[in-house]
């Protein structure tokens, strides 16, 4: 019997006798303390890649649910793979969330998030009932087996394959166990990698897929990175009168960062990089991480405002977002100074138009272009900079992780980073061409472009690897924390409020999510608001799930920024007051 018609006949087996465990069935979904916590068969969830307050892919809430929906991902995960006959990633993790909750997420057979048309998916096999998703599965499965651009109607599907990883959370073990139960359904290989950062279950799937990227595993992802690093390293020889510091102190959120930096590090000599750890082995995420940091622009537990503590950055849970800070004087005890993510993405461009200048100047045949993506959350300062100095139109793109990448795709080197600290830079096959070839013969700018795109990881934001490229990029320039701060750009006063509302329908943006269209003349009151002071701007842009306005205002000080969002935000609450009045009066006159 022919390898495909065996592979289909197993394949109609499997269908025709869809067994599902009960503990990972939506009646029986078992908690990792082995409590039945049934989920009810008609609630619903959301992929909720392209929901505002859900900027990274995926399902995340308490522990207690995930059960069934990590199953179900994982045979959804291994339909995919074996569409495409690859290895495709489930990473399981909360991210910056309190340690009780957590989540889970596909990743693309190159490392990538998966495509709109599989979160619809997605959501499909995780909203049937548990009556109704044996037929949602067979659906799928037929509509694959027919279609002659999916491997399963070939049976070629040697490759396919689930990797999956966890954070340090304790439900992460019994989770990757429904994962394995999901692959297995339909009988496809099952990798655990153990406990990772989500930037290496993304690193090492890409990896599986394309082995010339790197070795598909945990030090062969430390190795990549690493060694680019320290030729680099050799390629950067510290200006005269440096004040750069080659120590810094981390803060690992009492997450996955501390043991999988560390062994990292462990491939780095001292000399050419410190690191003190802290917050190792608390509660994860909680006074801490680079998201508590962020909101809060407090320093970390562990930190003291008033030592003299030398560079600090804070990852976040799962490390996919870094940002630098220090205690910011002159205030009140534990307030942090942030060199966040606009900060990061300025100095990695300017480092990197550095280089392509040098390049451009050799008139070569092949020309490179640069750009950089931001939200309308970045810093009006960051902004003017790139524009003014960097001499690049900076792309602005509505919020979501996955709007600003498919911006920076369209760029030989596009830098996209959130202000959280959330980033990285991507580059194109063209790059690839006329970078990542002969790199031995290459002149020494060339070089240094082909290292520092292996020290990034360009499948994700990533805390390691953008730290890394930090400090070379410091290195390079000489610059201590004061010179980053003081050499760039001075940061805007900004503040932020938001407006309850009644109806969120009527307020309809434009202009990646920067100027509203509706509700007529609330723009050009927010327009002749901004008029008024110096380096200002504002915005109001409409909640992706709240009933809520959000409103961003700068100024030339804090206090008018205060005024000028507290101005906008009164502008809103009284468009939606007309707005209910009338609808009421209407509903009165029929």
Not at 41 to 49: I, P, R, V
Not at 350 to 370: G, H, V
Not at 451 to 469: K, M
Not at 518 to 535: F, H, M, S, T, W
Request: aromatic share 10%; glycine share 6%.
């Amino acid at each position: 019997m022919a390898e495909a018609d065996f592979l289909g006949q197993l394949q109609v087996r499997t269908m025709a006798n869809l067994d599902f465990p009960p503990q990972y069935t939506r009646a029986g979904n078992t908690t990792h303390n082995n409590e039945v916590h049934s989920i009810p068969q008609d609630e619903q969830f959301a992929y909720g890649t392209e929901m505002e307050e859900k900027l990274a892919p995926g399902f995340r809430f308490r522990a207690e649910k995930l059960p069934f929906i990590v199953y179900r991902c994982a045979y959804l995960a291994s339909l995919l793979a074996r569409h495409l006959d690859a290895a495709i990633g489930v990473m399981i993790t909360a991210s910056h969330n309190p340690a009780q909750d957590n989540g889970v997420k596909l990743v693309n057979f190159n490392g990538d998030r998966i495509t709109r048309r599989w979160e619809i998916y997605a959501d499909q096999v995780i909203n049937a009932s548990d009556a109704d998703l044996p037929k949602v599965i067979r659906d799928l499965e037929k509509n694959f087996q027919r279609s002659s651009q999916s491997k399963i109607a070939s049976g070629l599907i040697d490759n396919a394959k689930v990797v999956c990883g966890i954070d340090t959370r304790v439900s992460g073990p019994h989770l990757m166990e429904a994962a394995r139960a999901g692959a297995a359904l339909f009988n496809v290989k099952f990798v655990d990698i153990g406990v990772v950062s989500t930037p290496m279950l993304h690193y090492i799937v890409k990896s599986f897929n394309e082995p010339e990227f790197a070795e598909a595993t945990h030090q062969g992802y430390y190795q990549a990175i690493s060694d680019a690093f320290r030729k680099l390293y050799t390629l950067t020889p510290e200006p005269k009168g440096s004040r750069y510091q080659p120590e810094l102190i981390v803060d690992c959120a009492n997450g996955v960062g501390a043991p999988r930096f560390r062994e990292l590090l462990e491939l780095i000599p001292k000399e050419m990089l410190r690191v003190e750890f802290r917050n190792e082995n608390g509660e994860l995420n909680h006074g801490c991480g680079a998201d508590f940091v962020k909101i809060r622009q407090n320093i970390p537990a562990g930190f003291d405002s008033e030592a003299k503590e030398p560079k600090c950055a804070s990852f976040d849970g799962d490390a996919d977002r870094i940002l630098y800070f220090r205690a910011k004087k002159g205030y009140l005890y534990g307030k942090a100074e942030l060199f966040d993510g606009d900060r990061i993405a300025v100095l990695f461009a300017k480092y990197l138009k550095e280089q392509l200048d040098i390049y451009t100047a050799s008139k070569p045949r092949n020309s490179l272009k640069m750009g950089i993506v931001q939200t309308a959350y970045a810093n009006g300062s960051s902004t003017r900079f790139i524009r003014e100095h960097l001499k690049i139109e900076p792309i602005i793109a509505p919020t979501g992780v996955k709007r600003l990448q498919r911006n920076a795709a369209a760029f030989d080197i596009g830098v996209y980073f959130e202000t959280n600290g959330h980033g990285t830079i991507v580059f194109s096959k063209h790059f690839d061409s006329v970078v990542r070839r002969n790199t031995d013969s290459l002149p020494t700018h060339l070089q240094r472009l082909h290292l520092f795109s292996r020290v990034i990881n360009e499948t994700v934001g990533d805390a390691f690897a953008d730290l890394l490229a930090t400090e070379i990029v410091l290195r390079h320039f000489g610059w201590s924390m004061d010179d980053w701060m003081q050499k760039l750009y001075e940061d805007t006063p900004s503040i932020s409020f938001q407006a309850s509302v009644g109806d969120l329908s009527i307020f309809k943006t434009t202009n990646a999510e920067q100027t509203l269209e509706e509700p007529d003349g609330l723009q050009k009151r927010i327009d002749e608001e901004v008029a008024k002071y110096k380096n200002a701007r504002a915005f109001a842009r409409p909640s992706g799930t709240e009933n809520i306005v959000r409103v961003y205002a700068e100024a030339d000080t804090l206090e008018n920024a205060h005024r000028l969002g507290e101005t906008v935000t009164q502008a809103v609450e009284q468009a939606d007051s007309r707005h209910r009045y009338l609808k009421r009066f209407m509903r009165f006159q029929l």
